[in-house]
């Protein structure tokens, strides 16, 4: 999410027997939506669409100094800096799922969900980042939790990264530094050697645009490196690169036994033009989607042309001596292309575009990734706000863009990664469900539209800590009061709404 000690109880044979089975039926790639379907078949989700909820490592777990964790870079800013976040908060205790995985668990169980995505703290598996800092503590938890999950008959599925870099990895340069793509492979090895015998459904990145602009280029996030239009893209060059050669590694010496599905997760907003046409639309899609998608999911690969010829263009006129868009190599290209087995969707909400560089009344430094874009955001004043500023609830936003992507990419296989509302707290919070059902309701309308939409996961399953928001902003099903010791789980009527909508596999 934007701007996210256990005991053994089953042995791996098992475990591997059941997650199998489980695949087999899971995201089927014969399955598909009849587009000429009648009215009432087309008000229930077809047999082989998923639901879930999503978690992520820094935003729930706490936990952050023990059993032999290494310091991550969230850590590391909000210790020296607690100003920065609203209710200087962090995320050192918080939920507290690192002793209560159990208690999430159960509510899961409770939901009925068929899939959990939940990312894994590099720095708990790998202290220092390295694979010489192995901490088999921290290989125990997760294996403990995808055991408990496997139990209960939920999916896990795992995502490699979530904004939560070991801070060592940064110290090296992060993310710009081109050692990153190493150490992010073998990371991953050792997350495939101890789980792919278990985990069939991995992502590689959560929106890694967020993270290479959002931290590298605008500084507003950990590690808030001020690099406004080179750091932004160098850092997405690499990411692309280290996802890259983590799905060939995947697919070459794993997926041959276990089998399983890797991809990464991308978000965007909806975007809407006031005016006749459609090319700031595409435009706009092409620099927040494309950047990442066009890269991995596209025919040609590579750069979106105009992010290529933008930044180029731009980048000469600055009398820059090369462009600040790094260069692929035709080796990378081809290494890059293809390497996805789905698309990963963060979805939340939408705006009106506009030519300019001005969102939401801000203006942005020069050069800068939003520069390049040149596109202005706005809001419609009929549109319900969330507690979060940014999230207006638009959910014909998602509509435009599942259908972009079905055209855009030759209508690859989706999963709708994240997907959320943010209130005060309130137990009988009703904009959430009106959320829930709004976008689940367009996801009905895509298949109708024939493309290959194969779940929907809502974040979050629990209130947590939301970045440079802290606790002010709650996107859980189920209330967490982290001020109380014992950080009940408490469902909200969202939850209560979800459970039916799974059971009943038709909006309630």
């Given at each position: 999410m934007k701007a996210h000690s256990f005991s053994r109880?089953?042995?791996?044979?098992?475990?591997?027997?059941?997650?199998?089975?489980?695949?087999?039926?899971?995201?089927?790639?014969?399955?598909?939506?009849?587009?000429?379907?009648?009215?009432?078949?087309?008000?229930?989700?077809?047999?082989?669409?998923?639901f879930g909820t999503a978690t992520a490592s820094y935003q729930i777990e706490g936990g952050w100094n023990?059993?032999?964790?290494?310091?991550?870079?969230?850590?590391?800013?909000?210790?020296?800096?607690?100003?920065?976040?609203?209710?200087?908060?962090?995320?050192?205790?918080?939920?507290?799922s690192y002793h209560l995985y159990k208690e999430d668990v159960k509510r899961l169980k409770e939901l009925g969900v068929n899939f959990y995505r939940f990312s894994v703290s590099w720095s708990r598996i790998l202290p220092t980042g390295d694979v010489s800092s192995l901490n088999p503590a921290g290989v125990k938890y997760y294996s403990d939790l995808i055991d408990l999950l496997l139990q209960e008959g939920i999916q896990p599925m795992v995502t490699m990264f979530h904004y939560d870099l070991p801070q060592y990895v940064q110290d090296l340069g992060g993310v710009t530094n081109p050692l990153f793509v190493k150490y992010f492979r073998e990371y991953a090895r050792v997350l495939f050697d101890n789980f792919a015998d278990r985990v069939k459904l991995w992502s590689t990145f959560n929106e890694p645009c967020s993270f290479a602009y959002y931290g590298h280029g605008l500084g507003e996030i950990a590690p808030m490196?001020?690099?406004?239009?080179?750091?932004?893209?160098?850092?997405?060059?690499?990411?692309?690169?280290?996802?890259?050669?983590?799905?060939?590694?995947?697919?070459?010496?794993?997926?041959?036994?276990?089998?399983?599905?890797?991809?990464?997760?991308?978000?965007?907003?909806?975007?809407?033009?006031?005016s006749p046409g459609d090319d700031l639309v595409e435009r706009g899609l092409q620099f927040t989607l494309g950047f990442f998608a066009h890269p991995i999911f596209s025919?040609?690969?590579?750069?979106?042309?105009?992010?290529?010829?933008?930044?180029?263009?731009?980048?000469?006129?600055?009398?820059?001596?090369?462009?600040?868009?790094?260069?692929?190599?035709?080796?990378?290209?081809?290494?890059v292309k293809g390497s996805a087995d789905f698309f990963g969707l963060n979805y939340f909400t939408g705006r009106f575009v506009e030519l300019g560089s001005i969102t939401d009344g801000k203006s942005y430094p020069d050069p800068s990734w939003e520069r390049?874009?040149?596109?202005?955001?706005?809001?419609d004043p009929s549109w319900k706000r969330g507690k979060s500023?940014?999230?207006?609830?638009?959910?014909?936003?998602?509509?435009?863009?599942?259908?972009?992507?079905?055209?855009?990419?030759?209508?690859?296989?989706?999963?709708?990664?994240?997907?959320?509302?943010?209130?005060?707290?309130?137990?009988?919070?009703?904009?959430?469900?009106?959320?829930?059902?709004?976008?689940?309701?367009?996801?009905?309308?895509?298949?109708?539209?024939?493309?290959?939409?194969?779940?929907?996961?809502?974040?979050?399953?629990?209130?947590?800590?939301?970045?440079?928001?802290?606790?002010?902003?709650?996107?859980g099903l189920y209330r967490?009061?982290?001020?109380?010791?014992?950080?009940k789980r408490v469902a909200k009527k969202s939850a209560r709404i979800y459970k039916e909508i799974i059971k009943n596999r038709q909006i309630v």
């Amino acid at each position: 999410m934007k701007a996210h000690s256990f005991s053994r109880e089953i042995d791996h044979r098992f475990s591997a027997i059941l997650v199998v089975s489980l695949f087999v039926t899971l995201f089927p790639r014969s399955a598909r939506m009849d587009d000429s379907c009648s009215t009432e078949s087309c008000q229930v989700f077809p047999k082989d669409f998923y639901f879930g909820t999503a978690t992520a490592s820094y935003q729930i777990e706490g936990g952050w100094n023990e059993d032999g964790k290494g310091l991550n870079i969230w850590d590391t800013l909000l210790h020296e800096k607690p100003d920065l976040v609203l209710d200087k908060s962090n995320g050192d205790v918080g939920p507290d799922s690192y002793h209560l995985y159990k208690e999430d668990v159960k509510r899961l169980k409770e939901l009925g969900v068929n899939f959990y995505r939940f990312s894994v703290s590099w720095s708990r598996i790998l202290p220092t980042g390295d694979v010489s800092s192995l901490n088999p503590a921290g290989v125990k938890y997760y294996s403990d939790l995808i055991d408990l999950l496997l139990q209960e008959g939920i999916q896990p599925m795992v995502t490699m990264f979530h904004y939560d870099l070991p801070q060592y990895v940064q110290d090296l340069g992060g993310v710009t530094n081109p050692l990153f793509v190493k150490y992010f492979r073998e990371y991953a090895r050792v997350l495939f050697d101890n789980f792919a015998d278990r985990v069939k459904l991995w992502s590689t990145f959560n929106e890694p645009c967020s993270f290479a602009y959002y931290g590298h280029g605008l500084g507003e996030i950990a590690p808030m490196k001020k690099l406004h239009g080179v750091g932004e893209y160098y850092a997405a060059y690499h990411i692309l690169l280290a996802h890259a050669e983590v799905y060939h590694l995947f697919k070459e010496q794993y997926h041959p036994k276990h089998k399983g599905k890797i991809g990464l997760t991308l978000s965007s907003m909806g975007m809407f033009q006031k005016s006749p046409g459609d090319d700031l639309v595409e435009r706009g899609l092409q620099f927040t989607l494309g950047f990442f998608a066009h890269p991995i999911f596209s025919r040609d690969g590579g750069w979106p042309k105009v992010i290529q010829e933008t930044v180029d263009r731009n980048s000469k006129a600055e009398g820059r001596a090369w462009s600040r868009l790094p260069v692929f190599t035709p080796e990378q290209i081809e290494r890059v292309k293809g390497s996805a087995d789905f698309f990963g969707l963060n979805y939340f909400t939408g705006r009106f575009v506009e030519l300019g560089s001005i969102t939401d009344g801000k203006s942005y430094p020069d050069p800068s990734w939003e520069r390049d874009q040149n596109l202005t955001f706005s809001t419609d004043p009929s549109w319900k706000r969330g507690k979060s500023e940014w999230l207006y609830l638009a959910p014909e936003g998602l509509r435009g863009i599942l259908k972009w992507i079905k055209k855009t990419y030759d209508n690859p296989e989706v999963i709708i990664t994240e997907s959320g509302w943010s209130d005060g707290g309130e137990l009988e919070d009703e904009a959430r469900v009106e959320c829930l059902r709004a976008h689940l309701k367009v996801v009905l309308e895509a298949l109708q539209a024939g493309c290959r939409v194969k779940a929907f996961s809502v974040w979050s399953l629990i209130d947590n800590f939301e970045w440079m928001m802290g606790y002010s902003e709650k996107f859980g099903l189920y209330r967490v009061d982290v001020d109380d010791p014992e950080k009940k789980r408490v469902a909200k009527k969202s939850a209560r709404i979800y459970k039916e909508i799974i059971k009943n596999r038709q909006i309630v």
